[in-house]
């Protein structure tokens, strides 16, 4: 059991959808993953936390533009939101939203990285994050999507502080395994979008948020059955099995199952 309060500089700390029916994403995301809801925050434009086990675990928001993306996004943590721009800045990348207060919940920087991929940068005020991680029902890992990687991997150790793993000689090609300086424990990964992905001409760079799950085709039967689509998996990874999956409104993210030990050898 995980219960988080705090983060270090460059930790997933936080992460959300952005939806064009909100009550279809409470049916959809409930059901999947066991959610509740509050009642949402008016002046925050109806914005609504989710809880698993009643503890915070993600949040919906409804879409307050038909042009904007349905999207998962995803939020590291910085002590400093203004730092963090000018070093995203002078790294190549590029700001979309400069810090602004979010009332005393904190102070949020929406940037992208020089591959056009989109994050935020959270400098939390009495909105801390995640209170529940690494458990069914809640977010476990992120993966970075890019046909920039040896750019990204830059980026990103100046911006938070990344430090790609040594590769296992079982890795995938084009995946590299990020964790923070000094510190053990892998916090995402850098996955380089190739030829070999269905459609990888038409597919932006983006994060792909993933949460944890009992069983993956517990899981992905679920998924279908409200409305939702598979794109791809489930396959192995280092994690577990993994699948990518799209809800009944677009939106894409992960899902990821327990890794099974492995067998004793007869």
């Known amino acids: 059991m995980t219960a988080m309060t705090a983060f270090p500089e460059g930790a997933p700390c936080w992460v959300e959808v952005m939806l064009p029916d909100l009550d279809a994403g409470k049916r959809f995301y409930g059901e999947l993953f066991g959610w509740t809801f509050d009642e949402g925050a008016e002046e925050f434009g109806g914005y609504t936390v989710a809880f698993r086990d009643g503890r915070k675990a993600a949040a919906l928001m409804p879409r307050p533009d038909p042009s904007m993306p349905v999207s998962w996004g995803i939020s590291f943590a910085t002590p400093d939101a203004a730092r963090t721009e000018q070093t995203v800045l002078r790294s190549g990348g590029r700001i979309v939203c400069s810090p602004m207060p979010v009332g005393d919940l904190g102070m949020l920087l929406v940037a992208t990285d020089p591959g ?3 994050f935020s940068a959270w400098q939390a005020g009495t909105h ?56 053990d424990r892998e916090i995402g990964c850098r996955v380089t979008i190739g030829p070999e992905l269905p459609g ?12 944890l799950v009992d069983a993956m085709d517990e899981a992905v039967r679920a ?8 794109l791809g998996g489930p396959h192995s990874s280092c994690g577990g099995p993994f699948a990518v999956l799209r809800d009944n409104q677009g939106a894409t993210f992960g899902v990821m199952a327990p890794k099974q030990p492995a067998r004793p050898q007869n």
């Open 128 to 183: 801390r994050g995640f209170e529940i991680s690494g458990e069914p029902g809640s977010y476990v890992w992120t993966g970075l999507n890019t046909r920039l990687p040896h750019t990204a991997d830059a980026f990103y150790a100046e911006v938070f502080g990344f430090v790609g793993v040594p590769r296992s000689p079982r890795a995938r090609p084009g995946v590299l395994p990020w964790r923070l300086t000094g510190a």
């Open 223 to 230: 998924a279908t059955a409200l409305g939702g689509t598979v």
């Open 116 to 118: 056009g991929a989109v």
């Open 200 to 211: 990888a001409e038409d597919v932006p760079a983006h994060f792909t948020v993933c949460f």
